[in-house]
């Protein structure tokens, strides 16, 4: 059991800095998912506490202690790497047993220690194996397996799904969000995938460019995003945004927050336009929607119009959200959201 | 049809036989001629006079003393190159494997002498193995330490000769083993190091397994390369002082002439021993041997 803390923590590699400044307090026993872009510097941040590549000024802190100064093997941290980094060279035993054999775990509790992992991860008939007979889900497991046998206090993943097929990783992603209430302990998973970040967190860290861009639980992410970033990164396809005119002020709704009606209806966000794109997806259907005020997409359930067809696109007062030009969020209890309302109200055309 | 079928049949051996050819030519056939010349007490002025005499050339050879102190100059030096350049080489690659400016132009002079003709290199450790005016001893000399005959004496000149061998052909192998280190990937040591794993135990128990291919492939190539050792001898000793330095091949280069049959069966023997510990090798090693 362990919480992580970043204290003004900053990265550079080769005098560019990747990361500056950053605070971060990661809850003991959550799983925390750190989410973001390509190259936003999640890896680099987990591989801070891992201590595989230390800061460069600031202090990270495992269970309120300073771990700057402690060896990547003596932080009471296990890590699956994206790339599984397996020991091609040992058995799927060997691979298990090694950091427990390092650690000095005698013998008979080490034999023990396998036997019943290796079941728990379903690898029971391929102690004996060489990884290089073993398929990717299998690595993956082993991988896992290395992992949960040094009963870590932190457990480290960086993108552990992505080498695997569609299928497999929904199987997979059930298996560790169960694994992670087995064993209570701190879960930190990195992705750039928002789905798995979306389906596995107890709390989203999401950053981009080395900068926090919002910390939260996922429904709060999803429904209260605290910038543009944040709104247009969770969720697919990504939140509409449009310019409310003065003052650089946005207003943004999300794709299946908006209704299709060949009618205009009485929503503060109404608007004519033709349905440029239809996608059908099965279950719902994606629609573009070209407009004076811009291109919106629209998501709905149910399949009732056609390309080329004129369509009103409406949206609900609380289903619309608006960013200052900081880019932040303006929430309702702030005097202006009023006036932002009834500036997009004005604005609506039929 | 049944035409047809002959030339398909035959399609694959016409086109490999000009290599099946080259290889008979060069390769089969001298082995055999080898083996034809070993039973003979063969005459090269005067072929008529050459006489069949079974293994009598054989068992000359296993009655003579100088040829146990060929073979045994022959072990010492191969196990003396093969020990000193795997350890010297591994040394100097797990220092060279880190990517740096210096390290590549270290790695650059490592590698020179190979490029050097050997009797070159030879001929300039001769002039500074001498012991009066030889570069060599007056370092040791500067230094305080004792100065050593080199090759002139026999008991230190084995040790000379094996020890430019090493000078010449450390290059080559530390150039294979940094490639075979360069290539494992950091996420393993990384693992390895979460996995709370020292730095010897990292070595033995990852970095050898992982390069364990280059090593056997170099042991093997090692071995039978210093198993036929010649120019080396051949230049700087000329087999002396008293056959402290005399090897196998040059042993059977000196009696080319003189008993050309004998020489051969030398020659054959010499063949044996290289089969035979190849096969050893493979036998007792292979399974500690990781291929991916
Ligand atoms: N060893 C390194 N040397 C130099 N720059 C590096 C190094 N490692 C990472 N960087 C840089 O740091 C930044 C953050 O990299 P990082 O690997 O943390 O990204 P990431 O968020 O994990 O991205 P991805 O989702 O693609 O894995 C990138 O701009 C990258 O170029
Ligand atoms: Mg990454």
Known sequence: MASIEFVRVSKAFDKQEVIKDLNLTIEDGKFTVLVGPSGCGKTTLLRMIAGLDPQTSGSVLIDGKDVTRIAPGKRGVAMVFQNYAIYPTMSVRENIEFGLVNNKVGKAEREELVESIGKAVGLSDYLDRKPSTLSGGQRQRVALARAMVKKPSVFLMDEPLSNLDAKLRVQMRIELIELHKKLGTTFVYVTHDQVEAMSMADKIVLMNKGVIQQEAPPDTMYRRPSNRFTAQFIGTPPMNIGELGAGGIKYGFRPESAVLSEVQGDEPFSVRGVIATREMLGSETIYQVRSDSGNFMVKRSEDLFAAGQEVFVGVAAEKLHFFGEDERRIEEKQGAYRDYLEALRGRSHG | ?292
């Open chain 2, 1 to 292: 049809m049944d035409k047809q079928r002959l030339g398909e049949t035959l399609r694959p051996y016409l086109m490999i036989a000009p290599a099946m050819a080259g290889i008979f030519l060069f390769v089969l056939y001298p082995v055999v001629f080898l083996g034809y010349l070993s039973l003979y007490d063969y005459n090269l002025m005067n072929k008529a006079k050459s006489k069949f005499i079974g293994f009598d050339n054989f068992a000359e050879i296993f009655s003579r003393e100088d040829f146990y102190k060929s073979l045994s100059n022959t072990v010492i030096y191969t196990a003396g190159v093969v020990v000193l350049t795997l350890l010297l080489s591994l040394l100097l690659a797990v220092w060279l494997s880190k990517k740096s400016k210096f390290n590549v132009f270290v790695q650059a002079g490592i590698f020179t002498p190979h490029v050097v003709s050997i009797v070159s290199i030879a001929l300039v450790w001769l002039w500074m193995m001498e012991p009066n005016l030889g570069f060599l001893n007056y370092v040791l000399k500067a230094l305080g330490l004792p100065t050593s005959e080199w090759l002139q004496s026999s008991r230190s000149a084995l040790m000379s000769v094996i020890l430019v061998s090493v000078w010449q052909g450390i290059g080559y192998y530390v150039l294979i083993i940094v490639a075979a280190l360069q290539s494992i990937s950091p996420s393993i040591y990384e693992a390895a190091a979460l996995d709370n794993a020292n730095k010897l135990r990292t070595f033995w128990k990852i970095t050898l397994p992982m390069i364990s291919p280059q090593l056997f492939f170099i042991l093997v190539i090692m071995t039978i390369g210093s198993f036929k050792v010649f120019d080396t001898v051949k230049v700087m000793t000329g087999g002396g002082p008293n056959n402290a330095t005399n090897t196998l091949v040059y042993y059977i280069y000196e009696n080319r002439t003189t008993n050309i049959g004998y020489a051969s069966a030398t020659g054959v023997v010499l063949m044996a021993i290289i089969a035979l510990l190849t096969f050893v090798y493979f036998r007792l090693l292979s399974r500690r041997v990781h291929y991916q």
